[in-house]
Nanobody, 124 residues
Framework: QVQLVESGGGLVQAGGSLRLSCVVS????????MGWFRQAPGMEREFVAA????????SYSDSVKGRFIISRNNAKNTVYLQMNSLKPEDTAVYYC?????????????????WGQGTQVTVSS
């Protein structure tokens, strides 16, 4: 059984930064492709970023490209999302997700395991 636990969310002013962490337990992180998604109130869950098992391949949504960086430390079973130049529209619950197949994909239905989410609020 794979468990994902996110942390690092909070309240930040526009232009600020936050780093989210996702700790994976139950299986070796290095086997999984990892993704970050977010869901704002009244909105569909949307893709943010994903990283391959080795870290060599990444994908970002257009809305965060150039501002967010996804990375992973397999030795620590942890995936990170560094969020810079935050905007009020980045306010959402952020979810970590894992999938066993190696392809870096952007659809939430292609991910098998999910965390409970961490709230990020960006004030203007």
């Amino acid at each position: 059984q794979v468990q994902l636990v996110e942390s690092g969310g909070g309240l930040v002013q526009a232009g600020g930064s936050l780093r989210l962490s996702c700790v994976v337990s139950g299986r070796t992180l290095s086997r999984y492709t990892m993704g970050w998604f977010r869901q704002a109130p009244g909105m569909e869950r949307e893709f943010v970023a994903a990283v391959s098992w080795s870290g060599s391949s990444t994908s970002y949504s257009d809305s965060v490209k150039g501002r967010f960086i996804i990375s992973r430390n397999n030795a620590k079973n942890t995936v990170y999302l560094q969020m810079n130049s935050l905007k009020p529209e980045d306010t959402a619950v952020y979810y970590c997700a894992a999938r066993l197949p190696p392809a870096v994909v952007t659809e939430d239905e292609d991910y098998d395991y999910w965390g409970q989410g961490t709230q990020v609020t960006v004030s203007s």
